[in-house]
Antibody, heavy 121, light 112 residues
Framework: EVQLVESGGGLVKPGGSLRLSCAGS????????MNWVRQAPGKGLEWVAR??????????DYAAPVKGRFTISRDDSKSTLYLQMNGLKTEDTAVYYC????????????WGQGTLVTVSS | EIVMTQTPLSSPVTLGQPASISCRSS???????????LSWLLQRPGQPPRLLIY???NRFSGVPDRFSGSGAGTDFTLNISRVEAEDVGVYYC?????????FGQGTKLEIK
């Protein structure tokens, strides 16, 4: 079965750190450009970060609100995507989804179920 | 960044009737290869988003043919020919033509 499964969410205090993981299976993970997208409670979708495939250069890109605090990375040997989140703020509270364009160019056709990150004192 | 604006933000519809959602981008979404990387997603309550339409008018695998997408440049539309109960949720347009990818605010489709 083709799927993405996130883990690592939880409750953290402002200024704290958390690392999210996203395990892929059923597809060639190493070929895919991987993304993190978040959704604050009751709000819309917000793209967070992207890492392209190693064969295409492996470069990363970040949304302005998280640049300098979040780091996206991948381990293709484990088919796993990561998001290291440092200096967390209350406004980072959201469900974090990993997503990819596996078979459709320019569209996110595969999504995980999401993991909830709550930043609160 | 490209701003995506959806209308309406809420759409009460009668079962079996058509529905239409518009999405406008602040810049053209046409890439040098002629493709517009505009997609439509549906998020049902408590679930992750799922892809319906990609490259403006291509139906994703397994999506019922009552869903169709159209448009070019900066103006795009999602049409549902006959709304069914399972179509309830929030619809988002998304552009991936230019980084960062951006989403519309979402349109909540509900049954009258």
């Amino acid at each position: 079965e083709v799927q993405l499964v996130e883990s690592g969410g939880g409750l953290v205090k402002p200024g704290g750190s958390l690392r999210l993981s996203c395990a892929g299976s059923g597809f060639t993970f190493s070929n895919d450009w991987m993304n993190w997208v978040r959704q604050a409670p009751g709000k819309g979708l917000e793209w967070v970060a992207r890492i392209i495939s190693r064969t295409a250069g492996g470069t990363t890109d970040y949304a302005a609100p998280v640049k300098g605090r979040f780091t996206i990375s991948r381990d293709d040997s484990k088919s796993t995507l990561y998001l290291q989140m440092n200096g967390l703020k209350t406004e980072d509270t959201a469900v974090y989804y990993c997503a990819t364009s596996d078979t459709t160019p320019g569209a996110f056709d595969l999504w995980g179920q999401g993991t909830l990150v709550t930043v609160s004192s | 960044e490209i701003v995506m604006t959806q209308t309406p933000l809420s759409s009460p519809v009668t079962l079996g009737q058509p529905a239409s959602i518009s999405c406008r981008s602040s810049q053209s979404l046409v890439r040098s290869n002629g493709d517009a990387y505009l997609s439509w997603l549906l998020q049902r309550p408590g679930q992750p988003p799922r892809l319906l339409i990609y490259k403006a008018s291509n139906r994703f695998s397994g999506v019922p043919d009552r869903f169709s997408g159209s448009g070019a440049g900066t103006d795009f539309t999602l049409n549902i020919s006959r709304v069914e109960a399972e179509d309830v949720g929030v619809y988002y347009c998304m552009q991936a033509t230019q980084s960062p990818s951006t989403f519309g605010q979402g349109t909540k489709l509900e049954i009258k």
